[in-house]
C-alpha cells in the first residue's frame, strides 16, 4: 500500500461522516488540515530513507572488509612505488623538489635567451630623459615574428612588464618594420627603432602629454644607437662564447677558461658529463646548467664540447654541495620518467706538478672508462 493512502482514506471516510451526521465549516477545515499535516509528515520520511541507506552500506562496510565488491576503489596509493622503465616518451610536466621539470625549464630558457639579452641590456643601459616634456619610455623586443614588451621607464624607475601586446597603427608597425622612425596621429608617441647592421632589435616608444615634431626625431635617433651598440656586441659575443642552440659555454670557450683556472691558485676538479641512451641530453643539460648556477654549485656552468658532451670546471671546496645536487637532480629525473643514465669522467690537480694537456687527458680517460662500465 502506497503511504499517501493513508491520509486519502483518512479524508474520505471524514467527509462522509461530515455529510451523513452533521456538516460544519469548521470541522471540515480541521479534517483538511489534518490530512494535509500527515502527508507533509509522510512526506518528509522520503528524505531520511537514502541517508539511513548510505550509513547501513557504510556500516555493513566496516563489519565486512574482506569483501572486495564492498572495498572503495584505490586512486592513488602514496605508499608504494612502481618501477619506472626508462622511456623516450615525453612524460607529463609535474612538480618536482625545485618546483620545475627541468626539460621544460631548458625549453623555455632557449625560447627567451634572445628576449632576455635584450631586457639585460635596456635595463643596464636605460634611455636618458634629456627632455622635461618626455613622459614614459616603453621598450619593445621584436623576435623576428612579434613586438614584445619589456619594461617601462618613468625618470629613473625601470618596470619590467609581461609580453602585452602593443597597441599601434599599421602605419608605426610598418615604418618601424622598414627600421624608420614614426609619430603617432595624436603626435603624443614617438616610436624610435633599435637597429644595428639593418637588423632590427626592437623600438623604443617615447610619450608626452604635448605633442612631437619631426624635429626631435633625430635627436632620440642618435642617442638609441648607444642601446643598439651594446645590444650588438652582447649577441656577438654571445655568438663567440656560446653554443647557438643550447646556449652554454662552447668548445673553445671551454679551454681558454680551464687553462686560466689550472693555472689559478685556486684548485679545482673538471668533471665530464656524457648522457647516454636519451633524446633529451641538451635539455637535461640546460636544465642542469640554469638549477646548478642557481644552487651555486656549478661555478659559471656548463661548456658543450659536443652533442651530447659537456664539462664543468668546479672548485674542490664546492664537490660535496655538487655531489649532493647532482644526486638529487639524477634522482628527479628517474621520478619524472626521463632516461637519467649519464657517464662521469673526472680529474683533479692532486698529482704534483700535473701539466695542463695531462690533467684534460685523465678527465677524458676517466669518461671513457665510465662509459664501458655502463656498456657493460
Known amino acids: 500500500m502506497k503511504r499517501y493512502t493513508i491520509p486519502t482514506i483518512f479524508f474520505v471516510i471524514g467527509l462522509i461522516l461530515q455529510y451523513t451526521i452533521y456538516f460544519s465549516w469548521v470541522s471540515f477545515t480541521l479534517l483538511t488540515v489534518s490530512c494535509l499535516l500527515l502527508t507533509l509528515f509522510l512526506y518528509s520520511l522520503d528524505f531520511q530513507k537514502p541517508n539511513q541507506n548510505t550509513e547501513t552500506s557504510h556500516l555493513l562496510n566496516q563489519k565486512n572488509p574482506s569483501d572486495p565488491s564492498k572495498e572503495p576503489d584505490v586512486v592513488f596509493d602514496t605508499e608504494t612505488s612502481l618501477p619506472v622503465e626508462a622511456s623516450n616518451k615525453e612524460p607529463k610536466p609535474k612538480d618536482i623538489l625545485w618546483k620545475k621539470d627541468p626539460v621544460l625549464l631548458a625549453r623555455e630558457s632557449i625560447h627567451s635567451e634572445e628576449r632576455l639579452l635584450f631586457c639585460e641590456t635596456v635595463k643596464e643601459f636605460p634611455f636618458p630623459f634629456i627632455t622635461e616634456k618626455l613622459t614614459s619610455i616603453q621598450y619593445v623586443y621584436y623576435d623576428g615574428k612579434d613586438f614584445k614588451e619589456c619594461y617601462w621607464q618613468k625618470a629613473g624607475m625601470m618596470v619590467e612588464t609581461d609580453d602585452n601586446p602593443i597597441e599601434w597603427e599599421e602605419y608605426e608597425e610598418g615604418r618601424i618594420k622598414e627600421l624608420l622612425p614614426a609619430i603617432s596621429f595624436d603626435k603624443r608617441r614617438l616610436y624610435i627603432p633599435l637597429t644595428m647592421n639593418a637588423h632590427l632589435f626592437g623600438f623604443l616608444c617615447f610619450s608626452t602629454k604635448e605633442s612631437w615634431n619631426e624635429s626631435e626625431i633625430q635627436s632620440f635617433w642618435e642617442k638609441s644607437t648607444i642601446i643598439s651598440e651594446k645590444i650588438m656586441t652582447k649577441k656577438e659575443y654571445v655568438k663567440v662564447t656560446k653554443h647557438p642552440v643550447s646556449k652554454l659555454f662552447n668548445v673553445s670557450h671551454f679551454y681558454g677558461m680551464a687553462k686560466s683556472a689550472f693555472e689559478s691558485q685556486e684548485k679545482v676538479t673538471l668533471i665530464l658529463f656524457k648522457f ?66 649519464v657517464a662521469l669522467g673526472y680529474s683533479n690537480q692532486s698529482i704534483p706538478g700535473i701539466k695542463f694537456d695531462v690533467w684534460i687527458k685523465a678527465a677524458y680517460q676517466s669518461l671513457e672508462e665510465s662509459i664501458l662500465y655502463h656498456a657493460a
Open 276 to 341: 647516454i641512451d636519451t633524446n633529451f641530453q641538451t635539455e637535461i643539460a640546460i636544465g642542469l646548467n640554469l638549477l646548478g648556477k642557481q644552487n651555486a654549485v656549478l661555478g659559471l656552468g656548463l661548456y658543450q664540447l659536443e652533442n651530447n658532451l659537456y664539462a664543468s670546471i668546479i672548485s674542490n671546496d664546492k664537490l660535496d654541495d655538487f655531489s649532493e645536487f647532482f644526486k638529487q637532480f639524477i634522482e628527479e629525473l628517474d621520478s619524472l620518467g626521463y632516461p637519467s643514465e
